[in-house]
Each structure stands twice: as C-alpha cells, then as structure tokens.
C-alpha cells in the first residue's frame, strides 16, 4: 500500500503478528471528529452522551479516545489485546485509518519503522 507523497510503503499483512504497536505504547491522542463519535456510538448502540462520558476525554477544543493502562503501556481503549485487533474497526477514527501515512511521520521514517514492522523502505 502507497500514498501520494511518501517515501515508503505498508504492508498491512504485518499487522497480523505487530500486536498492536499504532494502538499501545507511549500516550497520546486519538482525536475523533462529531461526526466519528456519531459512527462509533452507532456501531456500540449507545447514546451519544453515554458514549462520551464513558469513552472520550477533552483535549483542548476537541476529543480524544481514552486509553487503559495494560502492563505499563497505554492502550487505546478499543484496543483488544487478545484479539490483537481494533474492537471498532468498522468505524475507527480517520487518524487510525490514514497510519502510517501521517505528516508527522513524513521524515522521520527510522522512528515509524521501529513501530511499524510493516514499513517498507529502501
């Protein structure tokens, strides 16, 4: 898989064995837009408000999904573990279906092949 503009390209067969690297690790954001909170709370049948009481915190002006702490590593909270897998796949946010392929990671592509085993690059 390629896109416009990047060096590299992903294999999204790797995901398979990663375990999750993009969606545990370090702590950070998962922004989500009304219109994904909408999509999201669909897919989990819950009430809209229920849903962001139960699953988004405040950043700023906008949401982000919360994390859970397993083993000392920060989980998105739809993260699953034992399915090594997103729970919400379906409706995962636009910032989980555009990885790898984020600005951030444009030039920094060493830094993205140690979280990635997908990456490929010459």
């Not at 669909?42 to 859970?68: A, H, I, N, Q, V």
């Not at 989980?75 to 897998?85: A, E, H, Q, T, W």
Request: proline content about 3%.
């Amino acid at each position: 898989m390629t896109q416009e503009g990047f060096t590299y390209a992903f294999d999204p067969s790797a995901c398979a064995s990663c375990g999750g690297n993009c969606c545990t690790g370090e702590s950070g954001n998962i922004f989500v837009s009304v219109t994904e909170i909408t999509a999201i709370a669909k897919l989990l049948e819950m009430d809209e408000g229920e849903f962001r009481r139960t699953f988004l915190r405040k950043e700023g002006f906008r949401f982000s999904l919360k994390e859970k702490i397993v083993k000392g590593s920060y989980d998105c909270v739809f993260f699953d573990r034992s399915l090594n897998g997103c729970t919400i796949y379906q409706a995962r946010p636009l910032q989980c279906r555009t990885f790898p392929f984020w600005d951030y990671f444009r030039h920094r592509i060493d830094e993205l092949k140690l979280e990635c085993p997908g990456i490929i690059h010459d």
